[in-house]
């Protein structure tokens, strides 16, 4: 008897500590589909797009606020847009998905003008938002949004745009943490996020959002954002999660810190440093310092016309696993994983048969305080989480992480 009574206390611990965190998420009942698609329209400037990208956030980071400055998406190879309605009744609109910036914002497309209904109520303040390729300005609203059955927000601050330029969207869906929207709106200081208004409403317990990624090996693929956690039908294994760097300019933005090596000898590409993890960039960048030793090691060269770099058959067939050390944990990206997909080659204005690597230089040497982007083409391998109600990020293997899709 005593034996049956201490099995079943061994058995209530063991259900009541597995993975009782509120940051796990069975039911996806608090999940927003998107479709990621390449746009070929800006596919030729990749890597330039993705190092100014990089580059202006540097700028930005040191200031310590945005002022009115946010680094969208608008300039990626790669999009990620969602369904939105606002209002009541409401009217949908199709918004870009932004980690990058935090403003919400409707009413770029002529065609979809916001119109007020009963929920609308204006705040009397302007905003406006740089985005480096475009830019809005208008005035800033409090609405109600949904974003699914499940995730419907009171209140919630949007701004109305009437002047845009540079984007070929309806507005953004800014998910990015709240800071980077100061000094976008005249009357306030901080504009409270969605992912904000989620949590101090009571639909989720924790301020997190988790991303997950079907890698692109045709000219449309799909995810979803997950709030308050992350879904565990999507991860192979646990979640890991490594602290918020502290390090300047990346601890402005979604910052972590880590090293990378090469091959089965770990010979070293960057030592651990800090930089971000950041969907809003198609490649993986690293200092130039770094991004010389995997050019050197991989013997690849840099195709002009693209900007990337490329490898031959031979090299390929003799490419190594590039692993990334983050908390104490290896993140390997597999030799497949650190190419570009193939099938999208025609976006980047090339034929089929050319082998390019994800990899690229950031534009300036490790030390900066910003030495490397884990952009889509890490994202698209491991599910992340963005937590900052706990200050950590997080990471986990998906059925994607071994693809050879590429």
Known sequence: MLFFIALLFLLFVALSTVDASPLHNDAANRTLSFTARVNAKRATNIVAADKARA????????????????????????????????????????????????????????????????TSVSTGGSVSVSYGSGAFSGLEYTDTVTLS??????????????????????????????????????????VPTVTDNLKSQGIIDTEALGIYFIPSSAYDSTGELTFGGYDSSKIAGGMNYVPFTTTSPASAFWGIDQSITYGTSSSTILSETSGIVDTGTTLILIATDAFNRY?????????????????????????????????????????????????????????????YLVVSDIGSESGSGLDFINGYAFLQRYYSMYDTTNNQVGFASTGYTDATSN
Request: net charge negative.
């Open 149 to 190: 059955s499940d995730l419907v927000i009171t209140q919630q601050f949007i701004g109305v745009a009437d002047s845009a330029w540079g984007i070929d969207v309806a507005g953004f869906l800014g998910v990015g943490p709240t800071d980077l929207t100061q000094g976008t709106v005249s009357n306030v200081y901080d």
């Open 295 to 355: 050019q050197s090691t991989t013997s690849a060269t840099i195709d002009e016309s693209t900007g990337l770099l490329t490898i031959s058959s031979d090299r390929h067939a003799n490419l190594q696993t590039l692993t990334f050390n983050i908390g104490g944990i290896a993140y390997p990206l597999t030799p497949n994983a650190q190419i570009w997909p193939r099938s999208l080659n025609a976006n980047i204005g090339d034929n089929s048969n050319s082998i």
């Open 55 to 118: 580059q202006a956030m540097k700028h930005a980071g040191r200031k310590g606020k945005r002022d009115g400055s946010s680094f969208s998406i608008t300039n990626a190879v790669v999009d990620y847009t969602t369904q939105v309605d606002v209002g009541s009744p409401a009217t949908e609109y199709i918004l870009l998905i932004d980690t990058g910036s935090s403003n919400t914002w409707i009413g770029a497309n002529p065609n979809n003008h916001y119109n007020p209904t009963s």
